[in-house]
């Protein structure tokens, strides 16, 4: 058994699913290939850049909490069809 067999079928146990040796192999091969492909990135001088998890910088656009006027809750309701109690009345959705 070799070694990227053993880890189909560990990864397999955990998944919690079962493969036909077909899948086995098919997917032994994937993980081969995606494994070379790390081995190679690993090759890449990274030396002085920075750790990142994000390319772009993110910067949350928010405007300032301000309490400003609103509507009352009069004029709020004013074109609504049914209203009780200052509340909107809509029709029941869940039965």
Same mark, same amino acid.
């Given at each position: 058994? /070799? /070694?990227?067999? &053993?880890?189909? =079928?560990?990864? %397999?146990?955990? %998944?919690?699913?079962? @493969?036909? =040796?077909?899948?086995?192999? @098919?997917?032994?091969?994937?993980?081969?290939?995606?494994?070379?492909?790390?081995?190679? $990135?690993? =090759?890449?001088?990274?030396?002085?850049?920075? +750790?990142?998890?994000? +390319?772009? +910088? #993110?910067?949350?656009?928010?405007?300032? /909490?301000?309490?400003?006027?609103? #509507?009352?809750?009069? /004029?709020? $309701?004013?074109?609504? +069809? $049914?209203?009780?109690?200052? @509340? &909107?009345?809509?029709?029941?959705?869940?039965?």
């Amino acid at each position: 058994m /070799d /070694d990227t067999k &053993f880890n189909i =079928e560990y990864i %397999a146990h955990l %998944a919690r699913i079962k @493969l036909t =040796e077909e899948e086995k192999t @098919l997917y032994g091969v994937q993980l081969g290939t995606v494994l070379d492909y790390i081995e190679k $990135l690993r =090759e890449v001088n990274v030396d002085g850049v920075e +750790p990142t998890s994000h +390319p772009l +910088p #993110l910067i949350n656009v928010m405007r300032t /909490d301000e309490t400003k006027v609103c #509507l009352s809750s009069e /004029d709020a $309701l004013r074109n609504a +069809p $049914l209203k009780s109690n200052n @509340l &909107f009345i809509v029709p029941k959705i869940i039965e």
